[in-house]
């Protein structure tokens, strides 16, 4: 009876330590000095300026037509009028929930460009 006693009490503090490690573990990674060393975290003004950077390049080599071109900066603007809605809701500020949404959608509009650029159709001068 003892053994089992012990055992369970060495398991208790090993799931204990355990779980307090990682609980400090993912504190840690959502403090902003992390994500601003972090390269792989951009932020959505960062990727703005990026997509938009891409489709003008798709559009001065060719590579989009005028109408996935068209579609493309559509997509962008409802896309920027939705990020500023969602900050008009909450006092300038985006929250969480709000940061994933628009960064879902920003994933969805860069394969559109990706897919838009690298397709067989060409703008016809």
Sequence with gaps: MSKKL???????????TG????????????NSATS???????????RKRNQQR????????????????HNLEKKEHA??????DMRKLDNGKLTAQDRK????QQNKLSKNIYRDKHNARKRKS
């Design 79 to 84: 896309l920027n009028q939705e990020e500023r």
């Design 101 to 104: 949404t628009i960064n879902k």
């Design 19 to 30: 779980f307090a490690q990682s609980a400090t573990t993912t504190g840690s990674t959502s």
């Design 54 to 69: 891409r489709i003008d390049q798709g559009e001065d080599s060719g590579q989009l037509t005028r109408r996935e071109d």
């Design 6 to 16: 012990v055992s369970f009490a060495i398991t208790a503090l090993l799931a204990t």
């Design 36 to 46: 601003a060393t972090n390269p792989n975290h951009r932020t959505i003004n960062q």
